[in-house]
């Protein structure tokens, strides 16, 4: 069963306008870590936002919020004022397994948003 | 501030040909990671080691083998490659721990193998 998914394959945004990304999960930790990654045409995976499931307060970084409806197990990413440099894929990922001791990264399939002029 | 350092960036194999990705990290982190990425399908885990002296097989094994030489340095070999290992390979590492729940991966550039 797919434990993380991302519906959206491609974005599209203009310039300077919000854009959401979604992110659904399955898992039946209840300790668990949501975070998001930006992989520019570049290829390198790049680290934007961290989600505890204990976290009360929606995690936020700079231009980029996550909106982590825990009921509905969904950490959509949201990039404020979007940016021709935010044109990249943009992967979440989960890591389960706190409570065992060792912790694996699972990643969606992805969703590439492209920022327009 | 190097990180996590793969090798080779680019590779072409010919199927049945052997070959060994390095990764290093010079973070001193505790777990490394294996990962492929393939068009559709994001990252998954082919191999991992939480610790120095420890290998566990993720979700995509089949065909390949792990060392963790040391504490840094965590290779992924090939031993007879196939078409189906076409893909661009991600090495990772994190600082892991029970109560570090917030440690992200640290990614390496990736390697990208062409069996042809």
């Known amino acids: 069963a797919q434990k993380i998914t991302q519906t959206q394959p491609g974005m599209f945004v203009q310039e300077k306008e919000a854009v959401t990304l979604d992110c659904t999960y399955d898992?039946?930790?209840?300790?668990?870590?949501l975070f998001w990654y930006k992989q520019p045409s570049s290829g390198e995976m790049i680290f934007l936002i961290y989600?505890?499931?204990?976290?009360?307060q929606n995690a936020t970084e700079g231009r980029y919020s996550l909106n982590f409806q825990k009921a509905r197990k969904s950490a959509n990413l949201v990039i404020s004022a979007s940016q021709l440099g935010d044109s990249a894929m943009y992967f979440c990922?989960?890591?389960?397994?706190?409570?065992?001791?060792?912790?694996?990264?699972?990643f969606g399939t992805g969703t590439r948003l492209l920022v327009s002029p | 501030n190097a990180g996590v350092t793969q090798t080779p960036k680019f590779q072409v194999l010919k199927t049945g040909q052997s070959m060994t990705l390095q990764c290093a990290q010079d973070?001193?982190?505790?777990?490394m990671y294996w990962y492929r990425q393939d068009p559709g399908m994001g990252l998954r885990l082919i191999y991992y080691?939480?610790?120095?002296?420890?290998?566990d097989k993720g979700e995509v094994p089949n065909g390949y083998n792990v060392s963790r030489l040391n504490k840094r340095e965590f290779s992924l070999r090939l031993e007879s490659a196939a078409p189906s290992q076409t893909s661009v390979y991600f090495c990772?590492?994190?600082?892991?721990?029970?109560?570090?729940?917030?440690?992200?991966?640290?990614f390496g550039a990736g390697s990208r193998l062409t069996v042809l």
């Open positions: 990922a989960m890591r389960e397994g706190l409570e065992t001791g060792f912790q694996k990264l699972v």
């Open positions: 990772a590492s994190r600082s892991g721990g029970i109560l570090s729940g917030a440690n992200v991966l640290t």
């Open positions: 973070m001193n982190h505790n777990s």
């Open positions: 989600q505890g499931s204990y976290d009360e």
């Open positions: 898992t039946s930790d209840q300790s668990y870590g």
């Open positions: 080691s939480a610790s120095e002296g420890t290998t």
